[in-house]
């Protein structure tokens, strides 16, 4: 492997404007979309100088965080101005020409460093190039002695393919502490993704602070035993009866966003509705079918009790969604969807009034009413919802955004719902489900299941074919998702995530037509050695596994 490491660190040395070769001496994912590599170097010193032409706060952001890994690794930070000239500057200017708000150009020569874009999330995307550029000692959090801190000269133009660029971290099966996602989100934005998916609520644990209902979290936070081991026969069922759980404060997301919006990284919460609502039960069961008692969960899976739409409850859920809705600033709320059986609903005098009363055809309908009537009450506070594939059983208005991920149901679900209109964000099961196993099942800690390795995470193709122009944009982007059942800490989170979340960044970032599999597995070959200076536990079985066949493309 050092061998292989040398040999492209040589071939940065010759590669000349041609894409593949020289983004492969260049190892950056994701790839840029032109890249001319050029003889000679750029270096770093403490004299140099950050010039943003601006005092906008959003475009300290964008350079800050390359400024911390410098004032960590290399022992001292660049300082920022507004205005300056001259040799031994990294100088970023705003150009509304350039094709997307994520658009940057990077030009670096011998003397200084330009970068272009049309929004200071450009100039971010740019700084994590760069970050990519320097010796991968950048990364370290101690200083490293020694280091000449290079820059190759090279001439980028970058942009992304897609504008929804998604990672999802399922903290209601386990729960990660507040800096942890943070972490996960830093990472993210190294990748250049731009959208967290933060799935606050399930049947095992409720983990936001919602202040007019404070049982959500004093019961709905903890559970009394949680599933040891696989998921077995109930017979053979062994328990954990430690007391687990956890959950954020209003103020904890408010740090959480705060830190997002420095990376350039849009938060998504998702309220489960109607359904994976069992831990919300347990502290408020006046809001299910039966009224309960409940237990907040400690079994995964689907679960039979969900929210009853009686009046009572929607304005439970409304009052919920208002915090919600003024916690968070992005555009969208993740209002669930899935797995809602309707067992309790076809036994239930009020859910079968209801369906009477709304002249509704079966609990599918009701499951699109209860979904519309949340729609319509966000709508009232400026937010658009995104639901999981199933509301669009029973109808859905094409104002829904649709996350896919049942790819069992095939692609012609998801292709009417584009051609009625809705947009669509693709996580489907069988290329973006990271909770599955990435290698052999042997030689691996135990998982939910299913068989994903990174070549197929990079095989998928996220827009549908036969689409015209205008359907094509509705496609909104691919996410890979990060389910807990069987991650019980941080450290198996980012084993399971990554690298199969760099996958999915370039999946996102590049068409499938200029992705190549193996020239992907050199420059990620080279971003492991980034990762570990970082000292995060990935997963490194595609070495061993994936590498020799052909796969993918
Ligand atoms: C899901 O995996 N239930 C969305
Ligand atoms: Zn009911």
Redesign the pocket.
Known sequence: MIKKISLLGCAALFAANINAQSSKALNLIPLPEKCTLQAGEFTVNPQTKIVLGTSNAQMQYAVARLNEQLKAAAGFELAVVERGAGSNTLTCTLNPNLKNDEAYKLSVKKSGVQVEAKTPRGVFYAMQTIRQLLPAQIESRQQAIGVKWAIPCVEIEDAPRYSYRGLHLDVGRHFMSKSEVMQYIDLMAYHKMNTFHWHLTEDQGWRIEIKKYPKLTEVGAYRNRTLKGAYVAPEKRQWDNTRYGGFYTQDDVREVLAYAKKRFVTVIPEIELPG?AVAALAAYPQYSCTGGPFEVEGLWG?HNDIFCPREETFTFLENILTEVADLFPSEYIHI?G??APKLRWSRCHACQERIKKEGLKNEHELQSYFITRVEKFLAGKGKRIIG???ILEGGVTPSATV?Y??TWESDTAIVKAIRNGNNVIM?P?AYA?LDYYQANPKTEPHTIGGYLPIWKVYSYEPTPAGLTQEEAKRVLGFQG?V?TEYMADFERVLYMAYPRAAAVAEVGWIPKGKRNYDNFQERLIQLMTRYDVMGIHYNRSFLSEGRSEKKGD
């Open positions: 994976h689907v669930g899935d797995e999981w594939d199933e996350m991920w049942r996580t099961n489900y998702n389910w």
